[in-house]
């Protein structure tokens, strides 16, 4: 049986805003699914204009 | 011979006329230039025939009509780099993922942000952008006017 434990957006050792829902099954993770851009800066987009 | 003149001649022998570019623009370097349906197939031939394993990113540009899609790898010490034009008219690329695992994450970045729809992509939920993102806009296409939004 696989527990998922949110890791995230905010915790103290992530060095930016990143939701980590990571898939344990006893001490072994086993799976991971992330969700980022919460800090995307839209750098490409301003360079275009 | 040189890795890199190894596969180009390769490349050419195997693929011919479907291949529209390869050069090697310096030492260590190849480049690429592929229509789009022929992407997953050499992407296949690279890993079959030269252990192509790892891909450094994907990126991707709206140029107007099309939308240029460069895939940048790296195999044995070479830097290969993959160009392929897709029409935004029909913005659809096959997924390279079942060959390069690697490229999860590229393919669903530039499904979310330039609405290049990844076709048969394992996982093609939106990576970047927030759960109450309209469908249908890309904030990457040209036509995409950023808000003021003060400050």
Redesign the interface.
Known sequence: MTISIPIGPQHPALKESTNLTVKVDGEKIVGIDM???YN?R?I???A?? | MSLESEIEEKLREEFKEKILEVKIPGEHRIFVSVPSPQVKELVNYLRQNFGLTHITTISAIDIGDDIEVLYHFFCRGVTIRLRTLVPKTEPVIDTITPIILGAILYEREIQDLLGLKVKDHPDPRRLVLPEDWPEGVYPLRRDYQVGFKGG
Request: charged content about 40%; aromatic content about 0%; hydrophobic content about 20%.
């Open positions: 969700r980022l851009g995307h839209g490409e987009k301003a275009e204009q």
